[in-house]
């Protein structure tokens, strides 16, 4: 074990090639905290969830500088992997719903517990979540089923959290390209983050259903985590090293949710209020940082302000000078050559150049500076 015992190294003691595999069994436990508070509360056991993300031994990214091992301080998102096929089997008390990425498959009962089967593919990790007390309320889009999870008290904002849900995916596939997979669920959670993306699941902090104050920062956090199923589950990329390449795209994407939703006015207020008051603080208080570093160079503060203000103000600066078609078609071939890939910046970069003619790269080096 290496990096404060995160990293297991097995020796297959051969070569492996494209096209084989290869079995391996790993057996270990794992304690479920109570109530737990690091990491933005995204691994706990309350009186009413359990929240079960990424808890398996995960195979890292590798790319042109090798494997990535970093572990990122506790304010940073921890997953770089590779889409997979995940075929999880969970057994639990018949009494408790699983709420998890993938589909459900098969359930087979056993005395009072209940085997349940997913089947998610293909997918960047794999997350689940226990309960015997929320309730839930769906929508059928087609294929997919949309479905809000929430306390029984909070089932009005559950509501309009699904309504949320469900415009901000009509925005994103008409201005990014289509959700792939059969359903997504939208959990209220104990986080004390705003909320947290997973492939097929996005998390709401509860405190957001229960305070009337925060009604439109409610509205911006869910279809910010809608947004990460493109930025981060569909399109990868490194989390860890380039967290605006995800981060900042979906902060400036979920101001185009408001835009398409509400009009170009209140979009603009959203990012002045989101986006240019962080980055005034920012500058103010640490001077004119790039928004392009890896997390672990910002402390908690200033990496909210520069990835997710000033990072996401380079996109409307791109908007700005390429136009809205090649800003939008630049997106759509992003996603269509990267999806179930991890991209990298250069990439992203080379879309917008590609589809406007121009060179961005001056834009590039003022806003993210990497």
């Not at 498959?105 to 997913?118: C, P, S």
């Not at 996005?202 to 956090?221: I, K, P, R």
């Not at 970069?349 to 589809?355: E, G, L, S, Y």
Request: aromatic share 14%; proline share 5%.
């Amino acid at each position: 074990m290496s990096q404060n015992d995160t990293v297991a190294h097995v020796a297959w003691g051969k070569t492996l090639e494209p096209g084989q595999t290869l079995e391996a069994t790993i057996d270990y436990t794992v304690k479920i905290p109570k109530n737990a508070k690091g990491r933005y509360s995204d691994f706990t056991r309350t009186d009413w969830l359990t929240t079960l993300p990424t808890i398996y031994p995960l195979i890292p990214a590798y790319d042109d500088k090798g494997w990535h091992l970093e572990m990122p301080p506790e304010y940073g998102d921890v997953v770089y992997a590779d889409s997979s096929v995940y075929d999880v089997t969970i057994n639990a008390p018949a009494e408790y719903q699983i709420i998890a990425s993938g589909e459900l498959v098969q359930e087979t009962r056993q005395g009072n517990r209940m085997m349940r089967r997913f089947i998610a593919a293909p997918m960047r990790d794999f997350d689940a979540n226990l309960t015997n007390v929320l309730e839930k309320t769906s929508t059928q889009l087609d294929d997919l089923t949309v479905t809000s999870w929430y306390k029984p008290e909070d089932a009005a904002q559950g509501a309009r959290a699904l309504d949320w849900a469900v415009n901000a995916l009509g925005v994103y596939e008409k201005r990014f390209g289509p959700y792939p997979f059969r359903s997504l669920d939208l959990i209220e959670t104990p986080t004390t983050a705003g909320g947290i993306e997973y492939p097929g699941v996005v998390t709401v902090a509860s405190n957001l259903y229960q305070d009337a104050g925060q009604t439109s920062f409610f509205e911006f956090a869910t279809a910010h985590e809608v947004a990460h199923q493109w930025f981060y589950s569909i399109i990868g990329s490194d989390q860890v090293n380039h967290p605006w390449l995800d981060e900042a795209l979906v902060q400036y994407a979920t101001t185009v949710y408001f835009e398409d939703r509400y009009g170009l006015a209140v979009a603009q207020q959203i990012r002045r209020d989101y986006f240019e008051r962080q980055y005034e603080e920012g500058k103010a208080q640490y001077g004119n940082l790039p928004a392009g570093l890896p997390v672990e160079a910002y402390d908690e503060d200033a990496y909210s302000k520069f990835v997710y203000g000033k990072g996401a103000l380079f996109f409307q600066a791109v908007r700005d000078q390429i136009g809205d078609d090649a800003f939008f078609r630049a997106l759509q071939n992003y996603y269509r050559e990267f999806k179930y890939q991890n991209a990298q910046p250069r990439d992203l970069v080379r879309a917008f150049n590609q589809a406007s003619g121009q060179d961005i790269t001056p834009l590039y080096l003022a806003w993210i500076g990497q």
